[in-house]
């Protein structure tokens, strides 16, 4: 089973043979309440660590959602922008955003672990 | 300002029992939204009924023999025709004809008027009214009260199990009623655009009385969030936003609050500035938008029209739940103003496709 990390600004990553699926976390769904519309990148975009390359909007606010590494982007989630409540309902899993191929795939290593994102949510 | 500066309102252990998540608004802590979450809590209103805390609202009375007249020179609305048992929605001027803020008042007879103003206002709007009310007229804050709002298409039926005269209350009608035991004061009225009422009470009892109506089948709490999308789904302003000391009323759309009588007198403070925009016309008008895609576009979102200029800006947007669509209101230049007219909102550097559309987004249905 594939490793999942995290980034400070709550999405999580998961590296399956260089390409890796992002979305965001529990918390971030939590804390945005019922989504109502995604804008997810193109694919082929090539984007930078940190740059704001989706947009997740509930009834109460818009949040920019950024990518965690650099690479390309290879695919995104059609299925989220159909249906944004499906972020609320599987954040970890089916609603996934976009998938990443790496820029440098050692560049995983350095994101947050489970623990240390949980040490991170104890601290905000 | 910090949790611990923050004012809490008598429903305030109350609010965190039912899981609220608080936020500062306005000086208060006050719940945004509860578990159920704002989607479902803004639907709920609408199919059933919702129960707001809205004690952060500043409530005072007006007591005196002229007390209508006193508050007349502050207000384009007519006050000395008010009937006893009815409350009227008004606006407190400010001498560049601009809103001070906008406010119910209500006459409670025996030259009595109760008011309702907006949190974030009141430490300015009371001052004001109690510098210029004459010898025998005074003004009395309510800071102990509570106010809660109960809206929705069972509201009515819910309280009357309760208050069974409340029934027989006509659309921004007032009585005095007893609840529980506790003096009250409920106006058929709201800011969700259904039918629904406000119950002022005395603060120490706020907590029963919520909690007797949260024990009947059709109530469920509900949280600023849902308030924000049902009152702007209604087209209703919030002041702040929508609303403001360089608001004219006229460009405003809410030229309506201005009663016959004080076209011909034209008595108020900023009179003439507004009948001024009136003769005019208004440079700008506050308008509906309906953005054609799915995508909401909020406050300050820049208008532009097909060519790119700047027409006007959105001064409240996001998505509507009733609608299942993205709904706005903002200002646009006269000449976009007509429904239809086809407009561009800027939304992350993008021009998205959007309409200037009737308000309300979803029919009012208040009891007439």
Known sequence: MSETRFTKDHEWVRLDGGVATVGITEHAQEALGDVVFVELPEAGREVEEGEACAVVESVKAASDVYSPLAGTVVEANAAIVDEPALVNREATSGAWFFKLRLADESAFAGLMDEAGYEAFLATI | ?368
């Open chain 2, 1 to 368: 300002m910090s949790e611990a500066t923050l004012n809490t309102t008598p429903l305030d252990a109350l609010n965190r029992e039912l899981g609220g998540k608080m936020v500062p608004f306005a000086g208060y802590s006050m719940p945004v939204q509860f578990p159920a979450g704002v989607l479902s809590e803004h639907l709920h209103t609408r199919a059933k009924a919702g129960l707001f805390d809205v004690s952060h609202m500043g409530q005072a009375s007006l007591h005196g023999a002229g007390a209508a007249a006193a508050l007349e020179a502050l207000v384009p609305g007519d006050m000395i025709g008010l009937k006893p048992g009815r409350q009227r929605y008004t606006l407190l001027m400010t001498p560049e004809g601009t809103i001070m803020d906008d406010l119910m008042v209500a006459n409670l007879g025996n030259d009595r008027l109760f008011i309702v103003v907006n949190a974030s206002r009141k430490h300015v709007d009371l001052p004001h009214i109690a510098a210029h009310l004459p010898a025998g007229v005074t003004l009395e804050r309510h800071e102990d009260r509570a106010l809660l709002a109960l809206q929705g298409p069972a509201a009515v039926a819910v309280l009357a199990r309760f208050a069974p005269a409340v029934a027989a209350l006509p659309f921004m009608g007032v009585t005095p009623a007893t609840i529980l035991g506790a003096e009250c004061l409920v106006s058929r009225s709201g800011y969700t655009g259904e039918d629904g009422v406000e119950i002022s009470i005395p603060g120490d009892r706020a907590t029963d009385i919520a909690r007797a109506l949260l024990a009947e089948p059709e109530v469920m709490p509900i949280g600023l969030g849902a308030r924000d999308s049902l009152r702007l789904e209604a087209g209703l302003c919030l002041y702040g936003n929508d609303i403001d000391e360089t608001t004219n009323p006229v460009e405003a759309a809410l030229t309506w609050v201005i009663q016959k009588r004080r076209k011909i007198d034209w008595s108020f403070v900023g009179a003439d500035k507004v009948r001024a925009m009136l003769d005019n016309g208004a440079p700008r008008l506050r308008v509906g938008i309906q953005p054609e895609g799915r995508a909401p576009a909020r406050g300050h979102t820049e208008i532009v029209d097909a060519n790119g200029a700047r027409i006007g800006e959105i001064t409240s947007g996001g998505f509507g739940p009733s609608c299942n669509a993205p709904v706005a209101m903002g200002y646009v230049d006269r000449a976009h103003a007509a429904d239809g007219t086809a407009v561009f909102l800027m939304v992350r550097g993008k021009p998205l496709p959007a309409r200037v559309a009737p308000m309300p987004f979803v029919p009012h249905t208040y009891v007439r």
